[in-house]
């Protein structure tokens, strides 16, 4: 989608080029997982390729591609490949985005839902904070197109934090009626001067918190990264801000770094620290809590969703 080469780090991340190298530690067994292969991910894969969609599973470089591309499962990236921020967890290409918006991704997006015969999507973007609207208009045609072509389809989206722009385009994203709204708080708020400079802690909590208030029906969720240099305290004060956000849904997974240039690792936090996080979430009043040192914001997020919305109508004291 680009001229530059973007898998050169270089030129994936100019801004990190003349930053000197963090060591990439050995990563423990926990987190060891099976290269990506077999019939089900190069299916996917050619689909993806078939309708030229970019996906956040290859861009982040996540973990678990092998496994949700085999399951005919993907997350989808529109608004380009380049991000007009700079965090220093990311993989994702940074700089400034070559082309405008394409106005028929929207349409290709939902072709390939339907092709892959989703039950759950998740739609994610880069951030365009050269766009008005910071995409506010995109996200919502694609919302439309999906319900069109797969009317059955539940649809998750994770949203930049549309910082620089108006207000009021969140009312244009929450109005397309998503299942799931997801914003990422990412990291502790005293991490995000180093971490992720470009956004501001408490806007992204607000965020959250109106999306409740212009639909309180709307699933809201989030989530963050540990081993970035957090302690416990500060995790748990996060989950204390999202429970006062109405928040539903929290993920946590371990950070892993994606090149020598980039944050570097603080520490692996243990399965059992883990499951430490789930029970006081789930103490907090969270709905859903997925927990582990492989969870990403779409992991299994459709299993996810059927849980999430059971979890709800057993709090409403319906049957489910």
Avoid at 239 to 248: G, L, N, V, Y
Avoid at 291 to 312: I, K, Q
């Amino acid at each position: 989608m680009t001229s530059r080469d973007l898998k050169i780090p270089g030129q994936r991340h100019p801004e990190k080029a003349h930053r000197p190298d963090n060591a990439q530690p050995k990563k423990p067994d926990w987190i060891r997982v099976k290269a990506p292969t077999g019939a089900g991910y190069k299916a996917t894969r050619d689909i993806m390729r078939e309708h030229r969609l970019v996906t956040v599973c290859e861009e982040a470089g996540c973990p678990n591609v092998g496994e949700c591309w085999s399951q005919g499962h993907a997350t989808m990236m529109i608004m380009g490949d380049v991000c007009t921020r700079a965090c220093s967890f990311c993989n994702i290409a940074t700089g400034k985005p070559p082309e405008s918006l394409d106005v028929f991704e929207p349409g290709r997006v939902a072709d390939a839902v339907k092709k892959l015969g989703l039950n759950h999507v998740v739609i994610t973007s880069v951030d365009r904070d050269d766009v008005d609207d910071g995409g506010a208009e995109h996200f919502a045609m694609t919302i439309r197109a999906i319900r069109k072509q797969s009317p059955a389809t539940t649809i998750e989206i994770l949203t930049p934090d549309f910082l620089r722009c108006d207000p009021s385009v969140l009312e244009t994203v929450v109005e397309a009626k998503p299942d799931v709204f997801n914003h990422n708080l990412e990291t502790v708020p005293g991490l995000y001067p180093e971490v992720r400079p470009g956004a501001r802690y408490f806007h992204s909590l607000r965020l959250l918190q109106r999306v409740k208030e212009l639909d309180p029906a709307m699933f809201t969720k989030s989530g963050i990264m540990v081993g970035l240099g957090e302690d416990r305290q500060g995790v748990l004060q996060v989950m204390d801000d999202m429970r006062a956000a109405d928040i539903d849904f929290l993920t946590i997974g371990q950070y892993l770094q994606p090149t020598p240039k980039h944050h570097r690792v603080d520490r692996f936090v243990t399965p059992e620290e883990f499951a430490g996080y789930e029970k006081a979430a789930y103490g907090k009043g969270f709905l859903m809590v997925s927990a582990t040192p492989l969870t990403r914001s779409s992991y299994h997020a459709g299993d996810d969703f059927a849980r999430l919305r059971d979890a709800r109508l057993r709090k409403l004291g319906q049957a489910v």
